[in-house]
């Protein structure tokens, strides 16, 4: 039955240590099969098809609402696997997999004849990479093919860091959801460009910017910063508007939660101050506010009646956390979110680049 159709959602737990391999055989021949399974990475979710089959690559994009012209990631479990993908391996290419692979690193390498027009959406260049879950990989090899997969979400949506993440979304709409529990890293894999004439980076992620130029001095950062827009906090005071949804047609569309977002940026006290300002206006006015925060902000926060979700304290736990934290105060009803920014070094400049996407680009500067 194609995978659009509504359909009984499996839910399955899998242990990683010792996976059910009856369970794995099943998953695999679904996968072989044509069909769409849900499976964990050590980032989020994905949303897999057997990478060779178009009609299964097909049903990714219309499970998920996905346009065509946004290309897939195709996932392998050995390095054998890029003969089969891409045309060339470039010394770059071969330094990052020896450093990186197996690990949330997604390489852009010049596309072989077999892959489906559908998967690169069209362009000469394929993006690879090799995911270090360890039901992932056992998936991949089960199947005995590359695996074409993007993150579980509707389209538009924040990236599944839980299998609950996945059903919420996709539910009944795919047959099978491998279940390993929470996702390691939490934001997606960085994705570098190794056709462009200098290596850069068209998405930070799990692996640094810092991480890629110890191996390759060359990498660029991503060329357009998320951040370009920026909206004054005075402006803002003006006009506060609980309604706002974000703007369409740009870039900062991804990983949006259905409420609005507002990502304030500043030093720690001028943060503070202002989001503790705005959650006056907004409860004055009868909104529900939602706040994503550090660990070191709860005692500034503990008054103030908005619904907090405390992302951590390290990179590692704020970036595992982030996902869940949009999506818990989502589905608590609340009308605004408001978060606060980190620091832009190592994983920060991923966790940056998902709340400012998660904001629609509205960055209130103080
Ligand atoms: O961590 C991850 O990367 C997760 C897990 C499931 O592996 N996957 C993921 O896939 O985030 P997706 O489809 O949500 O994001 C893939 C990103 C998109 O920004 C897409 O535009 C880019 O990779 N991409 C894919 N193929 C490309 C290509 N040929 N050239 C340039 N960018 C490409
Ligand atoms: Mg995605």
Not at 196 to 222: D, H, Y
Request: hydrophobic share 45%; with cysteine; aromatic share 4%.
């Amino acid at each position: 039955m194609p995978s659009s159709h509504i359909q009984q959602t499996e839910i399955v737990a899998i242990n990683e240590r010792h996976p059910d391999l009856m369970l794995l055989e099943r998953a695999s021949s679904l996968i072989r099969q044509g069909e769409l399974v849900v499976f964990p990475t050590e980032t989020v979710y994905g949303l897999g098809a057997d990478a060779f089959q178009s009609q299964a690559v097909e049903q990714i994009f219309a499970v998920k609402g996905r346009p065509l012209s946004d290309p897939l990631i195709v996932h392998i479990a050995d390095e054998a696997a890029l003969d089969g993908l891409v045309t060339a391996i470039p010394i770059e290419a071969r330094l990052l997999i020896q450093a990186f692979w197996p690990g949330p690193l997604t390489l852009i390498l010049p596309a072989g004849p077999r892959v489906p027009r559908l998967i690169t959406a069209g362009l000469p260049n394929v993006a690879v990479r090799m995911p270090r879950h360890p039901i992932a990989l056992a998936l991949i090899r089960a199947a005995g093919t590359p695996i074409a997969a993007p993150s579980a979400n509707r389209f538009m949506h924040v990236s599944p860091t839980t299998a609950q993440h996945v059903l919420a979304d996709l539910g009944g709409r795919i047959p099978m959801i491998l279940d390993g529990g929470p996702c390691e890293v939490g934001v997606e894999s960085t994705v570098l460009d190794l056709c462009s004439p200098v290596p850069t980076i068209l998405r930070p992620g799990g692996v640094s910017l810092e991480e890629l130029r110890a191996v390759l001095p060359t990498v660029q950062p991503p060329a357009i910063s998320s951040a370009k827009s920026g909206i004054a906090a005075k402006e803002l005071q003006d006009s506060p508007d609980v309604d706002a949804q974000h703007s369409p047609g740009q870039m900062l569309i991804h990983y949006s939660p259905t409420v609005p977002a507002y990502l304030y940026e500043g030093s720690v006290e001028a943060m503070r101050t202002a989001m503790l300002a705005a959650i006056q206006r907004y409860q004055s006015e009868g909104a529900r506010v939602g706040i994503l925060i550090a660990d070191e902000d709860i005692q500034a926060f503990a008054e103030c009646n908005a619904q907090m979700y405390v992302l951590g304290n390290t990179f590692e736990q704020i970036a595992t956390r982030l996902f869940a934290g949009l999506r818990t105060l989502e589905e608590a009803g609340v009308d605004v979110i408001l978060c606060r920014s980190f620091a832009e070094e190592g994983l920060g400049l991923a966790i940056r680049d998902r709340l400012c996407k998660a904001a629609g680009g509205k960055v209130v500067k103080l």
